[in-house]
């Protein structure tokens, strides 16, 4: 018997566009299984119903991702967290410290979460936006919300409408807009499994934050050694990439005069001709040939605001490669580093 694929994408020309003020009528399209991608305080989540199967075999298909990668669940507060998996005490405490905000906790599923949404797996990511319109937005759905980042897979987190629509245009039902996101990069993923608490993506929310909080050590889990199984499926695929070439640099000492980065560690070395526009993103001031495109961030959390917004807008103007300058290891520093090496890997 011939295989034909079934697609269940919707079937919508244009993906229409709400503002904040047309919540109702987007509730309604996530409720007859539709998608939608709403604005989040770290990221533009691509949004679905995470009861039924459908609907998340949607967003898989819109993504273009791999069917192992899992989605996180958005809840609305701490006790709808308690329909959708199962709370310890201290995965409550990591909820009531940090929720709503940009942390995702991994528990052990219940059933009403479909088994499409997780990829098969028996527990789940759950996290509780701040976000005033994802809040607003998940009461008036009234379930809950499948939503992985609004992009192509593989491609730049957006952070704006305008990324969302350029990926998303045509397979997606609607986009609602408010591009006032606070953090600028995905949330920082947790596991915690019998008292033990491991850290599988660095975000926002740090290290010192959570071990202060928990008064405990946590596992750090974010980097896959070679040879061994990832304990997130995330981490094993592609992730942040810009459509031009990247190169990473630890000082802007390290950028040539002439054009490009010497000694760049990591990425496709950016050797520009003297005309050509190369975008470079940095914390430190440095003086660049007057074509150049140079962002100087403010601090580290202005960096992760603006970080994939950025390197949209270098790609987008015409630069023929980006140089980031990475900041230090402190606080979001990590996520930021943790973004670009994967960006530029
Ligand atoms: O900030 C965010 O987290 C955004 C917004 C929209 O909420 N969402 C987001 O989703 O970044 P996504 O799908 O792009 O990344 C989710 C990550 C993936 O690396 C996935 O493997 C991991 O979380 N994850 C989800 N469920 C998991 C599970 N049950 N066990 C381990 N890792 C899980
Ligand atoms: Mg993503």
New binding site residues.
Partial sequence: MKYTKKSYLCTVKTTKRYTPNELSDAAKIIRSGGLIAFP?E????LGADATTEIASRKIYEAKGRPSD????V?VHNVEEVEKVAHLCSVSKKIFETFSPG?I?V?LKKKPIICDTA?AG?S???V?I?SHPVAREFLKICGVPIA????NISGKL?PTTADMVFRDLNGKIDGIIESDDIECGL??T?V?VFDGDVRL??T?SISIEQLEECLGQKITVADRVKENEAP?????KHKHYQPAIPLTLVENVSEISPAGGAQGGRVGTDCKPAPAERVGVMTLQNFNAPKNWDVHLFKDTEDYARNLYRTMDEMAQSGCVGIIAVLPSEAGVGRAIRNRLMRAAS
Avoid: D, M
């Avoid at 770290?42 to 989540?45: D, R």
């Fill in positions: 989040t770290t990221v533009y989540g990668n899992p989605f996180i958005h940009p995702t991994v997780t797996l527990s789940v990511g996290r936006p939503a992985p980042s609004a987190s995905e949330s993923v596991g599988f993506r975000g304990q997130s499926p995330g981490q």
